[in-house]
């Protein structure tokens, strides 16, 4: 499946912005979605997981309570709502599939290749 991440910006700390992932090729439907970030000089790390079915999530400690994943099959595109940011959410942002693992076991190991991200940069 080919998926294309989008919605990245410059925004102020405490601003908003929506990222949306969609599958240009392909549907999502039993892919488990993952949103991933990398900051300059930093390891790749999960931001966020949704099942399948969207029915479950799975957030990084440092997100919980500010960002909000959410998939509508029908449109085939994934989302991420990202409230309240922050300066040390800036990083490009990428958005993965996978079947057959569980959110809760994400990581970007799971993963072969990678789109191209989305930057989002947060000032002070």
């Known amino acids: 499946v080919q998926l294309q991440a989008s919605g990245g910006g410059l925004v102020q700390a405490g601003g908003s912005l929506r990222l949306s992932c969609a599958a240009s090729e392909g549907s999502l439907s039993g892919y488990s979605m993952g949103w991933f970030r990398q900051a300059p000089g930093k390891q790749r790390e999960l931001v966020a997981a949704i099942s399948n079915t969207g029915r479950t999530t799975n957030y990084a400690n440092s997100v919980k309570g500010r960002f909000t994943i959410s998939r509508d099959n029908a449109k085939n595109t994934v989302y991420l709502q990202m409230n309240s940011l922050e300066p040390e959410d800036t990083a490009v942002y990428y958005c993965?599939?996978?079947?057959?693992?569980?959110?809760?076991?994400?990581?970007?190991?799971?993963?072969?290749?990678w789109g191209q991200g989305t930057l989002v940069t947060v000032s002070s």
């Open positions: 993965n599939a996978k079947r057959g693992v569980s959110i809760w076991a994400m990581t970007p190991a799971n993963f072969a290749s």
